[in-house]
Structure formats: C-alpha cells, structure tokens
C-alpha cells in the first residue's frame, strides 16, 4: 500500500469516528457521560433481551496516535508519572477544574488534578465509568498562538 506524500490533503473515507464501548452498568455509565459530563444523546435503541445503546454526541472526534515517549512525556506533565492506560478518551472542555469535581461527585476516581500543561492547556486525568481512563482538557490558548509558541509547525485539516 502506497502512502500519500505528507504535504497532500487525503482523500476524506472516514465520515464519523465511534467509540464504542462495552458497559455492565449502562444506566450509571449513560447519567455519568450524558447527564454529567453533558454528552447530548444522538439515538437511542433497544432490543430484545434488554439490549440497549446510546449514541452520545462528543463534537470533533480525533484519533490521537503517540508513541511510547510522547506518552510517557504526556503521564509525567498529566499525572505525575501515572502511566495511562493503552487507551485513554480525552473531552476538551470548557473549564477542567469544574467539571472535574463534577465528575468526581458522580463516580469517578481522581488520578490527577487539574494542572496547566505546557502546550497551554489545563489538563485532569480520571477514572471513569465504564472502566474508561478520561483526560479532560481545557484549552487556554487558541491553536495558532500555542504553535507559534511552540516553534514547531502542525500540519492543519484540509
């Protein structure tokens, strides 16, 4: 399989990304991502033997590939050297410090309290429902500013 050289724009396939996750406690999961950390529901679909699934809007999904450095750079400045698990779902929002407390009211474990990071974010980390490992992320710089601070160029969207 060829690779498209860098600098071109792919050609978009992908329509939407999904995470799907499997949950034992669907009821407590759906008020925690719904309810709490405020995921309006898309659907909603029942089947037989109390099949069941909600379909929550999250935004912009991204898919965030790091490698072993990058994550270990990333549990140092996060979580205090916490490592994270393979698979760990990040929610930008608009303020970290409350809806962290939020969310730790409502069933989650604090692994790291909300820290400013140095790319200009304030960054928590959380045991979640469903046996997630949540980052939320407050940006406190656009894009654009937090790249030129930076030096590095980041290829954008097309």
Same mark, same amino acid.
Not at 43 to 62: H, K, N, S, Y
Not at 85 to 109: C, M, Q, W
């Given at each position: 399989?060829?690779?498209e050289?860098?600098?071109?724009?792919?050609?978009?396939?992908v329509?939407?990304?999904?995470?799907?996750?499997?949950?034992?406690?669907?009821?407590?999961?759906? /008020? !925690?991502?719904? $309810?709490?950390?405020?995921?309006?529901?898309? @659907?909603?679909? #029942?089947g037989?033997?109390?099949?069941?699934? =909600?379909?929550l809007?999250?935004?912009?999904?991204?898919?965030?590939?790091?490698?072993?450095?990058?994550t270990?750079?990333?549990?140092?400045?996060?979580?205090?050297?916490?490592?994270?698990a393979?698979?760990?779902? /990040? !929610?930008?929002? $608009?303020?970290?410090?409350?809806?962290?407390? @939020?969310?730790? #009211?409502?069933?989650?474990?604090?692994?790291? =309290?909300?820290?400013?990071?140095?790319?200009?974010?304030?960054n928590?980390?959380?045991?979640?429902?469903?046996?997630?490992?949540?980052?939320?992320?407050?940006?406190?710089?656009?894009?654009?500013?937090?790249?030129?601070?930076?030096?590095r160029?980041?290829?954008?969207?097309?």
């Amino acid at each position: 399989m060829s690779q498209e050289p860098r600098n071109s724009a792919p050609q978009t396939r992908v329509k939407q990304l999904r995470l799907v996750v499997q949950v034992e406690d669907f009821d407590t999961a759906l /008020a !925690f991502y719904r $309810d709490v950390l405020g995921l309006p529901e898309r @659907a909603a679909f #029942e089947g037989e033997d109390d099949a069941r699934v =909600a379909i929550l809007d999250a935004g912009q999904a991204t898919l965030e590939l790091a490698n072993p450095a990058q994550t270990k750079m990333i549990d140092a400045i996060e979580a205090d050297r916490q490592p994270s698990a393979r698979i760990r779902v /990040a !929610f930008e929002v $608009d303020d970290s410090s409350e809806t962290t407390a @939020a969310l730790v #009211e409502n069933g989650a474990a604090l692994v790291a =309290a909300p820290t400013e990071t140095p790319w200009r974010s304030i960054n928590s980390r959380l045991h979640a429902p469903a046996d997630l490992e949540v980052t939320l992320f407050q940006e406190l710089e656009p894009a654009s500013t937090r790249q030129a601070q930076s030096g590095r160029s980041v290829r954008q969207m097309r």
